[in-house]
């Protein structure tokens, strides 16, 4: 007969993540900057808008994880791609909170970090322990990729948070999330807790592989290297499979001897709470600072607005709508869909100024802004549709 303790040791399996090495950080930043432009490829360029991208990617995602949950040790191909398709999807998840439910950004990333921190409370009442060294059950593999899903959710709506409604951009935003990222990797070799030294930094990240992302692919008039979503999809897609070739040949970062339960270190809860105090003081006084400097000056992020609709002077996006409607009547596909790209930067930049104003006016027209986009640049482009969706917005601008 089965002793109790054989039975639970025959339950237990070999870890199912990778060693916390260099690779795996490089390989994490790839994979959020893929999932970024993967999502947009499948919304904008294949038309697939984003319910149908969510649809497509959530489908993907369930299968990865059953291949996932299914396999007995730490599979690099199998897991980086349930990383990725998880970017993706939680990119989608803040996404459609905010473009299709209308949700503010900052109440996304009040929600997100909510469900998160839950996560983690509840993950560590079960199992003691949030140390991805650990992950040597089923349950504790459940706890760990639904908190991986809400650090993506999280690390969106915290960057577009930064980027686009406090008006800072995505290389700034980038550039202060390197640096808090730095912080907290000196912190650790300081004797700040690992496992929150890895959270923290592992939320980071996504915003990080964005703004890289965004300001590789962004076009040099806009302080991009201009290499577009495509090319810059491509590159790292290739360093991701070639990063992933080398650590499944190699097996430099498999975890060989399957680690005993890790005691909590004492300290690791009060440093928890003073860090995200912090995060808290820190975060809030920067967003209540930012956004009264944004309202005090109408002209940041873009033109001086005049108060002639809900949403100030939107002269600029309806000659840029206008001019690209009258191309596609002139049969001129692909100078419509040149300067239809005219449409989506002069309304990122001001994004900040416009969105205060009227959130609700802001939303009705980004999103049909948002259908434009995909219209125009859709692998087979319909001339009806894609006039219809411009004269919609025609309207919508006044």
Known sequence: MTSPNALAQSRRLLTKVPEVTLYFWIIKVLCTTVGETAADFLNVNLNFGLTGTSLVTG??????????????????????????????????????????????????????????????????????????????????????????????????????????????????????????????????????????????????????????????????????????????????????????????????????????????????LWQTAVVVGLVLVVAGAGYFWRTSALQADPSAGGQVAAQSSALGDLSTFRTITQDTLTLLTAGDQSGATSRVDDLETEWDNAQARLRPKNKAAWTDVDGRIDTVLRELRATAPNADTEKSALTALLTALG
């Open 59 to 268: 489908v993907l995602l369930a299968v990865a994880l059953v291949f996932q949950f299914r396999a007995n040790r730490y599979v690099p191909a199998l897991y980086w791609l349930t990383v990725a398709l998880v970017s993706v999807f939680g990119t989608l998840v803040t996404d459609n909170f905010t473009d299709q439910v209308g949700l503010p950004l900052e109440a996304s990333t009040l929600i997100f970090g909510v469900l998160l921190a839950a996560t983690f409370a509840a993950w560590y009442a079960k199992e003691r322990t949030l140390s991805i060294h650990s992950i040597v059950t089923g349950r504790r593999e459940a706890f760990y990729w639904l908190a991986i899903l809400f650090t993506f959710a999280l690390g969106t709506a915290t960057g577009d948070l930064m980027a686009e409604v406090m008006g800072l951009g995505y290389l700034v935003t980038g550039a202060i999330v390197a640096s808090l990222i730095a912080v907290a990797a000196v912190a650790w070799r300081l004797g700040l807790d690992a496992v929150l030294s890895f959270w923290f930094i592992y939320v980071l990240t996504r915003p990080l592989g964005a703004s890289i992302g965004d300001y590789l692919s962004q076009p040099s008039s806009e302080g991009g290297l201009g290499l577009g979503a495509t090319v810059t999809s491509l590159i790292f897609t290739v360093a991701i499979l070639a990063v992933v070739v080398y650590l499944s040949v190699t097996k430099a970062d498999t975890i060989t001897v399957v680690p005993a339960d890790e005691t909590p270190k004492r300290g690791g």
